[in-house]
């Protein structure tokens, strides 16, 4: 049971290049979400997916896409990165409510130069 | 606009203290209340959650409630120096799964 994964693990990106980071789940979760901490800033959500197929914004939406793949993948996108999108990219899911706890990936470490 | 306030610390306890850290929250329709531990470079993980008024024990660890007066609290008995970590306190409103997270505050246990 791995839990949440996330790919890559960090990437060093230039300004104007796009990427997607890549999250799946194994424990048939039907919430995730992205969310980007920064130093002093906690975490701040970027995006959510409640079920499969829905998808909505969260605090800091601007420069970043997602897409719910399936049930267990949850994808974000930068289109062209900006340094202020450097950052440490955190994926979670949870289950329905009554089972709320949200599990975390282990981060993708993100550098735009 | 929910806010959920934590002091950034650090906190510096020496080991085998009681670490006391604590959060308060404006939004009074939150109903679920968590404290996740981060060590530095790795994930948020939970330690526990509470529902209800009052306190809830789990081994070394205690979270305590007060929904009147706003605030949610998490005490470390017994403190090791492996507890040194970043400690988020998170809460959810009745109405949304999407939950609101605090700064986190930086415990140090010195030995």
């Known amino acids: 049971n791995a839990g949440v994964t996330q790919t890559p693990k960090f990437q060093v990106l230039k300004t104007g290049q796009s990427m997607t980071l890549q999250c799946a789940q194994d424990m048939n979760h039907n919430s995730m979400y992205w969310y980007r901490q920064d130093p002093g800033m906690g975490l701040r959500l970027i995006y959510y997916?409640?079920?499969?197929?829905?998808?909505d914004k969260g605090e800091v939406p601007n420069g970043y896409n997602v897409s719910r793949l399936n049930k267990r993948e949850f994808s974000l996108r930068l289109e062209s990165a900006a340094p202020s999108q450097t950052s440490v990219y955190f994926c979670?899911?949870?289950?329905?409510?009554?089972?709320?706890?949200?599990?975390f990936g282990p981060g993708t470490r993100l550098l735009v130069l | 606009q929910k806010e959920v306030e934590q002091n950034s610390g650090p906190l510096s306890v020496p080991e085998g203290a009681i670490a006391s850290l604590n959060c308060t929250y404006s939004d009074r329709g939150s109903q679920s209340f968590f404290w996740y531990r981060q060590y530095s470079g790795k994930s948020p993980e939970l330690i526990m959650f509470i529902y209800s008024n009052g306190d809830k024990e789990d081994g070394r660890f205690t979270a305590q409630l007060n929904k009147a007066s706003q605030y949610v609290s998490l005490l470390i008995r017994d403190s090791q120096p492996s507890d040194s970590a970043t400690y988020l306190c998170a809460l959810r409103n009745g109405g949304s799964y999407i939950p609101t997270f605090g700064r986190g505050t930086s415990l140090i246990v010195h030995p």
């Open positions: 979670a899911s949870s289950g329905d409510i009554g089972q709320e706890t949200q599990y």
């Open positions: 997916s409640a079920s499969e197929g829905t998808t």
